[in-house]
């Protein structure tokens, strides 16, 4: 690539019937004072490029970064998930477990409880039953005695005594 300097320090052949040298080092003057300006600028963004060029690969390096991140992020959200899942139907399972034994247990209960109310109905009909008995044979004792004995005699009034006291 030409320099502003290569362009300024240029210097044609001088020939028979040639150009105006005053025009052709106005014209080069000119020339190399835009390139001037176009090399600088050029330059200046050249390192733009390069400084730009430098901060897109730290930012691939931070989106990579990221990226790996938010991976690692999402697999963390799955197991936790996975293991919450897992801890959930354990939970379940306890509960589920628990509830049969109380069941159970419950009907164990009921059925002792049937058993002793059987029981006591079975005690209470035996009670009635010799109740009946001895109450039946105390009736039949009653009426053996008033077949047996004679009726007593009423006793007479107490108005003669009161008169023979008087």
């Known amino acids: 690539m030409l320099t502003p300097m290569d362009i300024h320090n240029?210097?044609?052949?001088?020939?028979?019937?040639?150009?105006?040298?005053?025009?052709v080092d106005a014209f080069m003057e000119s020339l190399a004072t835009d390139y001037e300006k176009v090399y600088r600028e050029y330059c200046e963004l050249k390192e733009r490029c390069e400084s730009l060029q430098?901060?897109?690969?730290?930012?691939e390096k931070m989106e990579a970064t990221m990226n790996s991140t938010l991976m690692l992020a999402q697999q963390t959200a799955e197991n936790v998930k996975?293991?919450?899942?897992?801890?959930?139907?354990?939970?379940l399972?306890?509960?589920?477990?628990k509830k049969k034994q109380m069941v159970d247990e419950t009907?164990?209960?009921?059925?002792?409880?049937?058993?002793?109310?059987?029981?006591?109905?079975?005690?209470?009909?035996?009670?009635?039953?010799?109740?009946?008995?001895i109450?039946?044979?105390?009736l039949r004792l009653l009426d053996d005695m008033a077949l047996e004995e004679p009726v007593p005699e009423a006793p007479e009034?107490?108005?003669e005594t009161v008169a023979e006291n008087g």
Do not use: H
């Open 135 to 138: 109450l039946t044979s105390q």
């Open 157 to 159: 009034p107490a108005t």
């Open 93 to 97: 399972q306890e509960a589920e477990n």
């Open 82 to 91: 996975v293991a919450a899942r897992k801890e959930a139907e354990l939970i």
């Open 10 to 23: 240029k210097e044609f052949k001088k020939g028979f019937r040639g150009y105006a040298e005053e025009d």
């Open 54 to 59: 430098d901060k897109l690969a730290q930012y």
């Open 107 to 133: 009907s164990i209960n009921m059925q002792t409880t049937q058993q002793e109310m059987d029981n006591l109905k079975a005690q209470v009909n035996a009670f009635r039953a010799k109740c009946k008995a």
